[in-house]
């Protein structure tokens, strides 16, 4: 069963840091792409990076490019989220996602693009 599971949430002083991860399960993990989105409250879910399988092609929101770094290690079928001068505005809960699609360079922004997704971790981002 496919599986993601996120962690390494919490709460930061704005300028700070966190590093988020996202655990995954399943035989192919190595060659879909994945991503994270984040929802913060009374708002609706959005992109925030994508990675393909290979970790050669990246895309971000403008709203965290320069800042957040993603990343993946698919020996250890881990996704991470490293996120920088993190600012009050990056609070929300942090979801990892994943395509079904295998070998693909393509990388989606909507949450239809992705298949299987984890629970969410918080980072809550103070002043």
């Known amino acids: 069963q496919e599986q993601l599971v996120e962690s390494g949430g919490g709460l930061v002083q704005a300028g700070g840091s966190l590093r988020l991860s996202c655990a995954a399960s399943?035989?192919?993990?190595?060659?879909?792409?994945v991503a994270w989105f984040r929802q913060a409250p009374e708002k609706e879910r959005e992109f925030v990076a994508a990675?393909?399988?290979?970790?050669?092609?990246?895309d971000y929101a403008d709203s965290v490019k320069g800042r957040f770094t993603i990343s993946r290690d698919n020996a250890k079928k881990t996704v991470y989220l490293l996120m920088d001068t993190l600012k009050p505005e990056d609070t929300a809960i942090y979801y990892c996602?994943?395509?079904?699609?295998?070998?693909?360079?393509?990388?989606?922004?909507?949450?239809?693009?992705?298949?299987?997704w984890g629970q969410g971790t918080q980072v809550t981002v103070s002043y």
């Open positions: 399943g035989p192919t993990f190595s060659i879909n792409a």
């Open positions: 990675l393909n399988y290979n970790g050669r092609a990246t």
């Open positions: 996602a994943r395509t079904s699609i295998p070998y693909t360079d393509w990388l989606g922004r909507r949450q239809t693009d992705y298949d299987y």
